[in-house]
């Protein structure tokens, strides 16, 4: 009951700093008294009317045993996941060999494709998804699903006591990803050839930097819009200063340093490239003399020992970007609610010291959300990386106005 | 065994119009001929009659029984107006073997299968082509194919047989082969025909009467002789006929007694009796005199005073009968003698002309004014 | 129409009108075909039209408003905004650049093989036909796969390409965006210029090219003035198809262009749908379809009446082949190297790369088997999966798929054939351009938003006044099926189409006046007269079924996987080789059905394409 409690408190203190900074944006959503609020913490507040489906699901309710639910699980006979992630096969496979009697069918598929199947099967009344594993790069799952009451945060309390309050804010987080920038360690055996971000916003790395077109998709989209908003733009401009002594000027229709460094960033013609892996390999590839630097998703970290790479991640000052935070859900209505639970209980890493659905995403390039839970062995410690803040509501009112920017940009 | 009337028919492919006004009779047992160039809307009618095409204007009558009535878009469907049609094409399904060709319509028709081999064995004895009954339609040649066409239609015994210039592909000896059997078909089976084309040879030898098309209008129906001695305007005088007719311009002055004609031919009078109903009842006009090349006789001696004095111009026997060209005041004519006969250019010979023979058409109407009797 | 004096009832008129058209069953089906179309098609279309007039939820940060509300803000962006340019103008320009230079480049190349294949001497005739088609069933990133494999630079990191690593320096502009682009997609889609071209010349009298001959004049004039405009109409229609794929494609412009920053409005349709976008993208497509309809709209007028066609049961036109001479030998030997680099070259890399333990390395020490027959239990490959034969998941998306495309083929080319028919009557008719102008609107559908508005439409059960007109479909094979059906719907009606037209009208009036009703009439003639090109139909859609993927994977439930959707995974969970693996025997697959109904169907892409 205590640990309930101190969740309550922190959400609740979340609530305030986020309506605070909603009136101060002025955004069109605050100005609305009858703004919608996170169901949780509404029903944490017990001043909510649940639904029928909050009700009978008890989606709000998170004591819970894993037995309990595992018992009201077997009833309903089986869950289905969509996920992202291809290895949500293996999760699946670990969760009926623990879990006999309750059947994990996974569905792995691209995240467009997720959110558009998902939504339109949900607004056909199709409950088929009951769990869905995805990232809510922009904050628009927190915004449009969460505070629309098509998906769920369940966050049983025993889990959610070993992550950061900051990370499960508004949403459930599972692991952490990052955009990195790698460089090719053979051919610069002296260490990373560049730390201070605005340093390949100059000639020596014209047309040599490789990432993908931030409009290509959404996850790119709100990477660079991380740096346009928070504290972002004030440690850019102070790393600016840094490097080269100077005072950074900002161009004609830069609103601070994100936006300047963005322009900079694309005026030094990076190379666009139409998936992750081709920036791995192009970097990563050894036996190269001049090799490109490039950004990329840090999962592909993994990939090093496989093909033989020579990938290595750089620590950028003042930062790397915003992170990548890997979510869990339930879908409204779903049919089976507590072997939904069940599973996301046992995606996050579960209660028992069994880490069995936990382990298949805990990679190398994958940070755990957990303080109980080792990353994996190789891994930079995530508090030693420089990573900005993501906060779902400044990405999510600001990523359009970035991506006109970009593509004004050419 | 069936008479068809044609009212009024009218028909427009869009904004063509294709067939003006078309009243045809069809009596019962006829062996109808549609004959006039292409693009006269011969093969049109057909088609309407058939059911293939709908007209927009008018009515068809089919022993009494309406078929058509465009005002009230009644059309009764192909395939209840009893008839039958042989393509230009032959249209043989190219995948069915001659038998399966010939039966599909009477299978269809739902007959027993001993009736549907009876008349399979029956079409294709008449037609002559028995042995070849298991065969596809590529492995015949095209006398063959259209045989089989042929008999494909007759199986069904249809009250109307519709013929789509049948004898179109086929080479001239064939032809002809085929024209007696049509002709006896017709005798034997007593069926209506009806049949297109704009062979007037075909035309003349086979029908018992003959439309003459022009531009969708019909210009005249008659037995073929009729057509041939008696063309209602210069028009069919002209289309019919091999060699073709010649024409001399002449004036003609219409008295209480008769007509009065003046010019290259010589003065030529004719009784009132020989005249139309249509012709001129006074006056002076020109008009134009309508000779068959067999209705001149040629002589190198002046036989009678009426005789016309000529040129030869050139002359080239073609075995059974010569055609001679020669020229009187300036006018040509064809001459057809029969057996041969040689003149030298340029020699002096005197034609004779038997003026009850002779069409007078009136120039300005184009239309007859006088009958050959 | 003159007036006439006929009594006549006005009632029965009616009543007969009536009668003619509920009982002829060729307006009954032209009735439904166009209800069932306007359902299919014209109701989503309008859907994506009000899509892109309606705000929504997202979009409201930006420009205010109130979600769900009647709004001009998508469209003002893309016509009339900053943007307008970046978005609309400068790609729209490159797809037209695309589109021109593809046409005109992939009709040039299929013409002259069409003209060769067809009309001359050339040796190896029956390997070039059959591999001349290989091209439409190699899935085009594979060539673009090949081409960096061949041209790539420094510029871009990894492995150095071929010539690069040969010392050839290749620059830039060669090796990536507009000229690797056109390059590449011309290669891909030379094959529909090749099809109906050479169907085109099958179709003519060679006794027409002799005729010019005899009265003197040379080879080239001949060509020029007798071959060339006969086969006008038949190039023309090439360019149209040509065209409309060439500016509809986005996986190779984004694979060869983004490296220079080269958009297209395909991509960025794509860009935007993948940035969730839709309405954007919507209105991007509706902009595509536009120009498309306009340039099917130009085709219809231009080719109209010139048009002839080939008709079974008439004269079969006498071929003599022209004798290329001394130049045999060379042509021949482009030809081969030809093939070599454009086709048996990207098989052959990508049957190489399934059997490369590591990528990139090439050593026989790297060469295995192991992600075709791997038992799994080298758990540092794959994730510890078994290769692609021993993994069960394989052997259901292998049967999945096999029952999807043959199914899917099956139902599309029926449809297909029965919508070809409409418009081979219909010709020039307002039904005929109608249904012909509707079944085009699919292609331009981008898969994901078609995937999505049928996945909402057949997700409730379908009222009419009250009465369930269609129960809930969803999960079910039968959406699966409509779905693919209606979206391949432009191809299987075009081969449709054609092999109607082939189909002299007198054969099937002879039935009618043999008492043959309409279904008899399609059932015993003209079914069994259009056998080969129902199978070459099957083809044409069998072959794009079987490389669907996005269009599925929405209306997939987790259970049916297919292969496409395999591959998709393997590439996702970072093993290209297993990935390659499918993707070939996805290939053979095709390839060994065309092969089939090559030997035994009489089927003929050729014939299909025709008309």
Redesign the interface.
Known sequence: MLQHKRWFAGTMAAVMALSLTACGGGGSDAADPGAAVDPNQEAASGQAELTPWEQSSGIFNTDETDDELYELAKAEGKVTLYSISSRCTKVAEAFNAKYPGVVCEPFDISTNELLEKVTREYDAGQHVADVVHIKDQDGSLYNEYILEKKFYNYQPAAIMDHIDAKLRETQTPLYIELTQLFYNSEANPDGPPVTNIWEITQPEWKGRLMMQNPLDNISWGSWITGFCVGDAPAQLEAAYKELTGEDLVLSDGCENAGYEFLKRLHDNSPIFTSSSDEIAESVGTKGQANPPIGFCASSKLRKNKDNDWCLAPINLTPTTGIPAINTVYVVEGCEHPNAAKLLIRFMMGGTDGDTSGYDPFNTLGGWPVRDDIEPAEGSTPYSEINVSDFNPTDIYDNINPVRDFWTLLG | MSKIELKHIDKFYGKNHILKDVELTIEDGDFMTLLGPSGCGKTTTLRVVSGLEKPQNGTIYMDGKEIVNAAEAHFAPPSERGLNLVFQSYALWPHMTVRENIAFGLNIKKMSKEEVNKRVTDALERMQIGQYIDRYPSELSGGQQQRVAIARAIASEPRLLLLDEPLSNLDAKLRVDMRSELKRLHTETGTTMIYVTHDQVEALTMSTKIAIFKEGVIIQVAPPLELYNNPANLYVADFIGNPRINFVDVKATVTAAGMEIDGAAGKLSFPKSDMTPGAPTSGTFDAVLGIRPEQVTINTERQSPDDIEAKIYTSMPAGSETLVTAKMCGVSMVIKALGITHYSPDQTVYLSIDPKKINVFDKKSENLIKYSV | ??P?D?N??KS???K??LK?VVTNPYNVIVLIAIVLLTYLIVLPLLDMISTTFTLA??????S?GVAGAFTLYYWQRLLAS??TT??LVQPLLNSLLIGSCVSVCAITIGSVLAWLMVRTDLPFKKFFSLAVIIPYMIPSWCKSQAWLTMFKT??????PGFLMSLGINVPDWLAYGPVAIITVLSLHYYAYAYLLVSSALNSINSELEEMGEIQGAGKAMILRKITFPLVLPAMLSAVILTFSKAIGTFGVI??LG????FVTLSSQLY??????NTQTAFAMALIMICIASISVFVNQKLIGSRKSYAT???KGGRSTPIRLGAQKPIITIVLIAFFAVGIIMPILILILESFML????YSLANLTTYYWVGDGSRK??M?GLPGIFRNPNFINALINSLKLTFVNGIFGTIFGQIIGYICAKGRGKLHGRVVEQLVFIPYLIPS?AF??IF??MF??PQTLFGVTLVP?L??TFALLTITSVVKHLPFASRAGTSNMLQI?G??E????????GFF?RFV??VF??SKGGFISGFMLIFVSIMKEL?LI??IM???TSTLPYLAF?YA???SPQASNCVAIVMFSIVFLVYALANIFGDADLAKSMGG
């Open positions: 129409m003159k006439k006929q006549y009832s029965r008129r009616l007969n009108q003619a939820q997202r979009d409201v940060r930006q205010g900053n943007l970046k978005l420094e510029r871009i990191g990894g492995s984004n694979y983004s490296k220079v920053n860009m935007n749908s993948k940035s969730q079974i049961g008439g590591k990528q990139g390395t540092e490959i994730e994901i995937g999505g996945l909402s997700s409730r809930s969803y999960g002299g007198e054969l009036e002879a039935a009618a006046i043999a008492g043959a008899k015993r003639i069994p007269l996005d994977i929405l439930t987790p259970k995974q996702n969970g970072n």
